[in-house]
């Protein structure tokens, strides 16, 4: 770990999310990551979502 690594990790406080400066940037980030998520649940197949039901299903006990 370097020196501004240790500074970072020093002056962090739990529960704050200190990757953003702004919250305009933290927006920005925000609407490019739900953009991204409906374009690949788009793209779903009937058999993917079933597949996956079946799997959460079997991993459940």
């Known amino acids: 770990m370097n020196e501004n690594n240790n500074t970072e990790l020093e002056n962090a406080e739990y529960g704050v999310d200190s990757r953003y400066t702004s919250t305009k940037e933290k927006k920005?980030?925000?609407?490019?990551?739900?953009k991204a998520r409906l374009e690949r649940m788009t793209k779903v197949t009937d058999e993917h979502i079933t597949r996956a039901k079946l799997m959460q299903l079997r991993l459940k006990d």
Request: proline share 0%; hydrophobic share 70%; glycine share 0%.
């Open 28 to 34: 920005a980030d925000t609407l490019a990551l739900l």
